[in-house]
């Protein structure tokens, strides 16, 4: 337990980081002379850094050591978050949020593998601190808004980011004194030791180029209008990227992306699910934020605390999916969990700036319930799928696509808001919530294609070549 509370630490710091600035957004936007637009880019700076990064954060953690990746994680982190609350205008902030970013790219896989490591003997026990793993992080996403109001409204906005200095430091005092220095990997299958994995630098740039370049271009679409060179210059650029990524990663011989991984049937439904949740999820808790404050008035505090519902909801289905997975396998909590959070987000589709506050409860609460039944399933079923010693690289694949589908998430819906008139927020976010409802409705489909022996902990997972079921 003092393994899974320790690497809980990075979990709870980048996840609470994604959506605690969301409630400051109002009074960033007046201190700093923020348009929608550059609030966007505050956003997702830091999403699009943890996602670019997060992949070599794994390589770097399968060939140095997870415990080490880990450690620098939260010395980055805490040393980028200082710089955030230090800020004097919004180029700087985006700056320092994109080095949080990297900070959380070096945390997140390793923390993962970690924790997979220390549970690898028993699948029901891996099952469960996985459980209590993503449980912290859920919450930590959902108490985002609550803790942002709080801290706001005793010493201003930028104690969301310097709050960050004590649990950093509480991470690494724990990560030195109860991780073992070397984790070595139990794969007695393997014929002969694996060679460290050299970092794929050329891949990673062209990522970093692709996201980049087709987020910036959605965020902008809005206010420059599609036909400006920059955004229609963004998209082709974005595609001709993508296509050298792919190139780059078929003929190098060690990926950042291991293409051999998504031609598991299980996997790649798998990481396109977490694209979904996470895409619908950020983009709408920005909407969110804006919609209770620029339609509704609300201060931060008011808002933070209206998200309140979302935090309980996370907390209940999270801890309830590690027992669920033990006895059903991931498949029916990933289904179900999709279905009942996409019904949250239909209730949101006639949502307006008169609606009483308790009429928004019941999304607020289905919305978590049906992420935090789905996420622990989904993230047993990646780990699976893979040996202990690619573990970082697998979590890290999984949630680089997460991590980009919020990054989008915010981009396109934050788009829907215009330039974030009261009666432009309402519009956009039912055109938000009619999105995520369908969106997740895909995201069930795609469960419901995977194979229900590979969804079952308890039994062998058929792989694709070169790819082995942890045991």
């Avoid at 789905?374 to 890290?396: D, I, K």
């Amino acid at each position: 337990m003092r393994i899974v509370g320790t690497v809980s630490v990075g979990f709870v710091v980048t996840q609470l980081d994604v959506t605690i600035v969301n409630i400051a957004l109002a009074r960033i936007a007046t201190d700093l002379h923020a348009n929608v637009a550059r609030l966007q880019w505050i956003v997702d700076a830091y999403t699009l850094a943890f996602a670019v990064l997060m992949l070599s954060g794994g390589v770097l953690g399968d060939r140095y050591g997870a415990r080490r990746m880990y450690a620098v994680g939260l010395v980055v982190f805490a040393l980028a978050s200082l710089a955030c609350g230090l800020a004097a205008n919004p180029a700087l902030l985006i700056a320092a949020r994109a080095l949080q970013g990297a900070g959380a790219a070096a945390m997140l896989p390793n923390s993962l593998a970690l924790l997979n490591e220390a549970c690898r003997h028993e699948r029901s026990l891996r099952a469960r601190a996985v459980g209590f793993w993503t449980a912290a992080g859920a919450i930590s996403i959902a108490a985002g808004p609550v803790a942002g109001g709080l801290l706001i409204a005793a010493f201003g906005w930028r104690s969301i980011f310097l709050v960050n200095l004590p649990l950093c430091a509480a991470g690494l005092a724990a990560t030195l004194a109860w991780i073992p220095a070397r984790q070595p990997h139990a794969d007695a299958s393997a014929a002969a030791p694996q060679r460290p994995r050299s970092l794929d630098v050329r891949g990673q740039l062209l990522a970093i180029v692709a996201l980049t370049a087709f987020t910036g271009a959605v965020i902008e679409w809005r206010p420059l209008g599609f036909t400006h060179w920059a955004v229609w210059g963004g998209l082709l650029l974005a595609v001709a990227a993508s296509m050298a990524f792919v190139a780059q990663e078929a003929r190098t011989a060690d990926p950042m992306l291991p293409l051999a991984m998504l031609r598991n049937r299980t996997f790649s439904a798998t990481v396109l699910f977490g694209i979904c949740v996470n895409l619908t999820y950020y983009g709408t808790v920005f909407v969110l934020a804006l919609f209770l404050q620029h339609a509704r008035g609300q201060t931060p505090l008011q808002a933070g605390l209206t998200f309140i519902p979302l935090t309980g909801g996370f907390l209940l289905s999270n801890i309830a999916s590690g027992h669920v997975v033990s006895r059903f396998g991931t498949r029916l909590p990933m289904i179900g969990g999709a279905l009942v959070a996409g019904l949250g987000y239909a209730l949101l589709i006639p949502v307006d700036a008169g609606t009483p506050l308790v009429a928004l409860l019941a999304a607020f609460l289905l919305i978590p319930s049906g992420m935090g039944l789905a996420v622990p399933a989904m993230t047993t079923t990646v780990l699976s799928a893979v040996e202990p010693a690619r573990a970082g690289t697998a979590s890290a694949l999984l949630n680089t696509a997460r991590q980009a589908g919020g990054a989008v998430g915010v981009a396109a819906f934050g788009a829907l808001t215009g330039g974030g008139a009261a009666n432009e927020v309402v519009s956009g976010l039912h055109g938000d919530a009619a999105i995520s409802a369908a969106i997740l409705l895909v995201a069930a489909m795609l469960a419901w294609t995977m194979r229900a022996d590979t969804a079952h902990p308890a039994q062998a997972t058929t792989t694709a070549p070169h790819m082995k079921t942890s045991r």
